[in-house]
């Protein structure tokens, strides 16, 4: 028997695009320069302001190390791949982006927090490790074509990324890429029914389909078989 099929999930209402798709990736990277140029223009260290791990006053850094970078260099770095991942979050996982930036952010801060060595802990960098994790994993979890080419296509571009998360280079917060990257994982396995799912199909009987039998075969009528005007 043959049927045809509908889509049970249209992505064209999640995969719009807009300006303001772009406006928090933009924003947030701006502000993290505007940070670091009153740092150096008004010749202050906000270092102090970072992670510490294991003390009361190293818990201001869970919301604010973030936003601090220790040179030109490491502010640089996180830019780029923090803008093309806040970019792919707010596109494809709209439903649930400003959750994953906001308390994924809070919790890579808060693991920071409790598991690294005792120094002072600064950077964007686990943010984008939690970007990085949950745009891959979720495109492995839910099984939908395009989000699957999404996460081939951040393994691509920053899939060298994951040796950082061993201590492989000394004065790197190794502690915090692994807190972002573990934080990212679980966000994409909590959030894995949220948004774009993976396309299912109902299939509904046509008309045309009454013309062929359960195997496929055209059904056909025998002239014999039809009943006769009897004769008067």
């Not at 320069?33 to 850094?61: C, M």
């Not at 923090?82 to 801060?109: E, I, P």
């Not at 199909?201 to 075969?217: A, P, Q, R, S, Y």
């Amino acid at each position: 028997m043959r049927f045809c099929y509908i889509y049970w999930m249209n992505d064209e209402q999640h995969l719009k695009f807009s300006l303001q798709t772009l406006r928090i990736p933009f924003l947030f990277v701006l502000l993290i320069w505007l940070v670091y140029w009153v740092e150096i223009q008004f010749s202050f260290n906000f270092n102090k302001y970072g992670v510490y791990p294991r003390t009361f006053s190293g818990l201001k850094g869970v919301f604010l190390t973030h936003f601090i970078h220790s040179d030109t260099k490491h502010l640089f770095n996180n830019s780029i791949p923090l803008f093309v991942l806040l970019s792919a979050l707010f596109y494809f996982y709209k439903d649930v982006a400003y959750k994953v930036l906001l308390l994924g952010g809070f919790f890579t801060g808060f693991f920071t927090w409790m598991i690294a060595r005792e120094s002072y802990h600064i950077g964007v960098s686990g943010i984008v490790y939690l970007l990085f994790s949950f745009v891959f994993f979720s495109g492995v979890l839910k099984k939908h074509i395009r989000l699957i080419a999404l996460s081939l296509g951040v393994i691509f571009l920053y899939g060298s990324m994951i040796w950082y998360v061993f201590p492989v280079k000394d004065g790197m917060s190794w502690e915090g890429h692994l807190s972002g990257f573990i934080t990212g994982l679980f966000f994409a396995f909590l959030y894995r029914k949220k948004g774009i799912q993976k396309q299912e199909f109902e299939f509904v009987k046509t008309d045309f389909d009454d013309l062929f039998d359960d195997e496929g075969n055209l059904i056909t009528t025998n002239v014999d078989d039809q009943p006769h005007d009897k004769k008067q």
